[in-house]
């Protein structure tokens, strides 16, 4: 729940709904390059490069949510526990 509104995954369901998977799937694409830049700045040490990754990561969690919000959470789930079983085998060894 964000404040005394909508809950998250229901915000990012209502921006697919009104903007559309294409136009969404662009946009995400560029924070994703905006997530990109911040990363190096802060590897390069640059001043107030972790607010800029903290802000570009999380346009990027919210766009993200946007995208899966066009799957089933079946297939969601899914796809969650390969990607995360595959990195636990990965962990072990």
Same mark, same amino acid.
């Given at each position: 729940? &964000?404040?005394?509104?909508?809950?998250?995954?229901?915000?990012?369901?209502?921006?697919?709904?009104?903007?559309?998977?294409?136009?969404?799937?662009?946009?995400?694409?560029?924070?994703?390059?905006?997530?990109?830049?911040? &990363?190096?700045?802060?590897?390069?040490?640059?001043?107030?490069a972790r607010?800029?990754?903290?802000?570009?990561?999380?346009?990027v969690k &919210?766009?993200? /949510?946007? &995208?899966?919000?066009?799957?089933?959470?079946?297939?969601?789930? /899914?796809?969650?526990?390969?990607?995360?079983?595959?990195?636990?085998?990965?962990?072990?060894?």
């Amino acid at each position: 729940m &964000i404040g005394n509104k909508l809950p998250f995954k229901e915000i990012c369901e209502k921006a697919i709904e009104k903007w559309g998977f294409d136009r969404q799937a662009s946009h995400c694409q560029e924070e994703c390059g905006e997530l990109v830049a911040a &990363i190096s700045h802060l590897r390069r040490k640059r001043k107030n490069a972790r607010e800029e990754v903290l802000e570009e990561a999380t346009d990027v969690k &919210i766009m993200v /949510e946007q &995208i899966l919000s066009t799957f089933t959470s079946d297939e969601r789930d /899914e796809m969650l526990r390969t990607k995360l079983t595959k990195t636990f085998r990965k962990l072990g060894e």
